[in-house]
């Protein structure tokens, strides 16, 4: 499982009244950044669904957690991995309303770090910490900073039928282009998926997660439980598509504020050299809330180059 790099496409929910307005852009560069975060985005190859991930090549991962896709069996080692990317991206709907949509485009790049170790044959511990940076085109207003830091564990056991069960912290600041505040977020997340193989190069995988958060503002506070099914190929050494579905429930603090959450996205990954990747993704979002200020769809594709340094 790569920790959460980077969080943000963000959000400006309209809304008749100015008072309304001017509370829902306090907290939209939150739920746009959610959003981002839960993207397999161009800078995140693996199957990604808060938290849990595939491998990135044929043999393991370089920073994943939990079951993973394995081409080619090969002992995991302990790994320090630093990593960087650069990405632009379009939505058609960067304020995430259900009428008068805006589009725009967004430049990220982001930077991190992380060390995993095998503590036990089957039981593997990360410590991760990323920095990201997003500057938008029209809405330049909302750019924003993003830092973050993580720790878990996955554990894979045996006789469980194949199921990776994995917990994990993470810690996440996002500050506004004046260097104040916007969120501070405290989120521990517990899971499990399933990999079936369909040969050597293709796998389904299927999970499922549940997250509570500490959050502050309170208002941002939410917790989660989700699903997903994802479909990897690894057509050729170099080249690595998947797709995914995720469905998740959002429980926010104001008892009147319940999201669903759907999520299909589409993703390659085309290895250039041994350490540098470009990518290409495509996803389509849909919000239903009860809180009928909440509902969107959104379409967000982009592409970008990926550099990873192993040792």
Same mark, same amino acid.
């Given at each position: 499982m790569? @920790?959460?790099?980077a969080?943000?496409?963000?959000t400006?929910?309209?809304?008749?009244?100015?008072?309304?307005?001017?509370?829902?852009?306090?907290?939209s560069p /939150?739920?746009?950044?959610r959003? @981002?975060?839960?993207?397999p985005? +161009?800078?995140?190859?693996?199957?990604h669904?808060?938290?849990?991930?595939?491998?990135n090549?044929d043999?393991?991962?370089?920073?994943s957690?939990?079951?993973?896709?394995?081409?080619k +069996?090969?002992?995991?080692i302990?790994?320090?991995?630093?990593?960087? #990317?650069?990405?632009v991206f !379009?939505t058609?709907?960067?304020?995430?309303t259900?009428r #008068?949509k805006?589009?725009?485009?967004?430049?990220?790049t982001?930077a991190?770090?992380?060390w995993?170790?095998? /503590?036990?044959?089957?039981?593997?511990?990360?410590?991760? &910490?990323?920095?990201s940076i997003?500057?938008y #085109?029209?809405?330049?207003?909302l750019? @924003?900073?993003n830092?973050?830091?993580?720790?878990?564990?996955?554990?894979?056991?045996?006789?469980?039928?194949?199921v990776?069960?994995f917990?994990h912290?993470d810690?996440?600041?996002l500050?506004d282009?004046?260097?104040?505040?916007?969120?501070?977020?405290?989120?521990f997340?517990?899971?499990?998926?399933?990999?079936?193989?369909?040969?050597?190069?293709?796998?389904?995988?299927?999970?499922?997660?549940?997250?509570?958060?500490?959050t502050?503002p309170?208002? &941002?506070?939410?917790?989660?439980?989700?699903?997903?099914?994802?479909?990897r190929?690894q057509?050729?050494? +170099?080249?690595g598509v998947?797709?995914? !579905?995720r469905?998740?429930? !959002?429980?926010?603090?104001?008892?009147?504020?319940?999201?669903?959450?759907?999520? $299909?996205s589409?993703?390659?990954?085309?290895?250039?050299r041994?350490?540098?990747?470009?990518? &290409?993704? $495509?996803?389509?979002?849909?919000?239903?809330s009860d809180d009928?200020?909440?509902?969107y769809d959104?379409?967000?594709?982009?592409g970008?180059? +990926?550099?990873?340094v192993?040792?």
């Amino acid at each position: 499982m790569r @920790f959460r790099h980077a969080r943000g496409i963000f959000t400006v929910i309209m809304s008749a009244g100015l008072q309304c307005a001017h509370a829902q852009q306090a907290v939209s560069p /939150i739920e746009q950044a959610r959003l @981002f975060e839960e993207l397999p985005t +161009s800078t995140n190859t693996e199957v990604h669904a808060n938290g849990m991930a595939l491998a990135n090549d044929d043999t393991t991962s370089d920073d994943s957690f939990g079951a993973q896709l394995i081409l080619k +069996s090969q002992p995991r080692i302990p790994t320090f991995v630093v990593t960087g #990317d650069a990405s632009v991206f !379009y939505t058609n709907n960067v304020a995430l309303t259900r009428r #008068d949509k805006i589009d725009d485009t967004f430049f990220v790049t982001n930077a991190g770090v992380s060390w995993t170790p095998l /503590i036990a044959p089957r039981l593997e511990a990360q410590i991760a &910490a990323h920095g990201s940076i997003f500057r938008y #085109d029209s809405t330049s207003a909302l750019d @924003f900073e993003n830092l973050g830091l993580g720790a878990g564990l996955s554990w894979n056991p045996d006789h469980f039928a194949g199921v990776g069960l994995f917990a994990h912290y993470d810690f996440t600041e996002l500050i506004d282009r004046h260097s104040e505040e916007i969120l501070r977020d405290h989120e521990f997340t517990i899971g499990a998926q399933k990999v079936f193989p369909l040969g050597r190069a293709h796998a389904f995988v299927a999970g499922a997660t549940v997250m509570a958060g500490v959050t502050e503002p309170e208002s &941002a506070q939410r917790d989660q439980a989700g699903v997903f099914l994802a479909y990897r190929l690894q057509a050729t050494r +170099s080249l690595g598509v998947e797709f995914l !579905y995720r469905f998740a429930g !959002y429980f926010y603090n104001d008892p009147g504020r319940i999201d669903r959450n759907q999520l $299909f996205s589409a993703s390659v990954r085309y290895r250039l050299r041994e350490w540098a990747d470009i990518n &290409a993704f $495509f996803s389509f979002a849909d919000n239903c809330s009860d809180d009928s200020a909440f509902n969107y769809d959104a379409v967000a594709n982009g592409g970008g180059l +990926s550099a990873t340094v192993r040792f």
